[in-house]
């Protein structure tokens, strides 16, 4: 969809980091930041002693703009050697809508754990992806922090369903 929205891989690469407006733009500038760095300790360096984002102050933009998420990515994405395969901005986005399928997974898994029915988490699923425009901003504003953290959330959820399943019970469930 956001490739349909704006034939994202048929616009050069200024283009599509202009794409991302507002503060997703500065997200990802951190992310390209450190790729650009001759080393990780470079970049986290730079990240740490910033000043080039507010005038006339220095500031630690891991901590004031938790960009830590952006830090993670650069560092597999140097770590693996994956510029062999892929162009930093695509292992960027499509690491954010792998964690969408993540979050949709969460969903089913959380659905399927309290009804006890693998027919509510595929509802569950298929809802979410039907209503995915009044649901999630992924598809246009692609490095929002409630991207990063909406997946973790899910998780938590399912996590804590499995936890407490075995305590639900018909009997206790009507007190």
Same mark, same amino acid.
């Given at each position: 969809?956001?490739?349909?929205?704006?034939?994202?891989?048929?616009?050069?690469?200024?283009?599509?980091?202009?794409? #991302?407006?507002?503060?997703?733009?500065?997200?990802?500038?951190?992310?390209? *930041?450190?790729?650009?760095?001759?080393?990780? *300790?470079?970049?986290?360096?730079?990240?740490?002693?910033?000043?080039?984002?507010?005038?006339?102050?220095?500031?630690?933009?891991? *901590? +004031?703009?938790?960009? $830590? *998420?952006?830090?993670?990515?650069? !560092?597999?994405?140097?770590?693996?050697?994956?510029?062999?395969?892929?162009?930093?901005?695509?292992?960027?986005?499509?690491?954010?809508?792998?964690?969408?399928?993540? $979050?949709? &997974?969460?969903?089913?898994?959380?659905?399927?754990?309290?009804?006890?029915? %693998?027919?509510?988490?595929?509802?569950?699923?298929? %809802?979410? !992806?039907?209503?995915? &425009?009044? /649901? /999630?901003?992924?598809?246009?504003?692609?490095?929002?922090?409630?991207?990063?953290?909406?997946? @973790? #959330?899910?998780?938590? @959820?399912?996590? !804590?369903?499995?936890?407490? +399943?075995?305590?639900?019970?018909?009997?206790?469930?009507?007190?």
């Amino acid at each position: 969809l956001h490739e349909n929205d704006l034939w994202f891989s048929n616009i050069k690469e200024v283009e599509r980091e202009i794409s #991302f407006r507002t503060e997703c733009g500065l997200y990802y500038s951190y992310y390209k *930041q450190m790729l650009q760095a001759p080393s990780i *300790q470079t970049g986290l360096h730079s990240l740490i002693y910033d000043n080039k984002t507010e005038s006339m102050r220095t500031i630690n933009v891991l *901590q +004031r703009m938790n960009v $830590y *998420q952006e830090v993670f990515l650069s !560092i597999l994405y140097r770590t693996f050697h994956i510029k062999k395969f892929l162009e930093p901005i695509y292992f960027y986005i499509y690491t954010l809508f792998g964690l969408q399928a993540v $979050y949709v &997974v969460a969903l089913y898994v959380t659905s399927w754990l309290l009804s006890g029915t %693998w027919l509510s988490g595929a509802l569950a699923a298929f %809802w979410y !992806i039907t209503n995915r &425009v009044d /649901t /999630t901003r992924v598809e246009f504003t692609i490095p929002l922090r409630e991207n990063w953290a909406l997946p @973790v #959330f899910a998780i938590q @959820v399912a996590a !804590i369903s499995f936890l407490f +399943r075995p305590h639900l019970r018909p009997a206790h469930e009507r007190l």
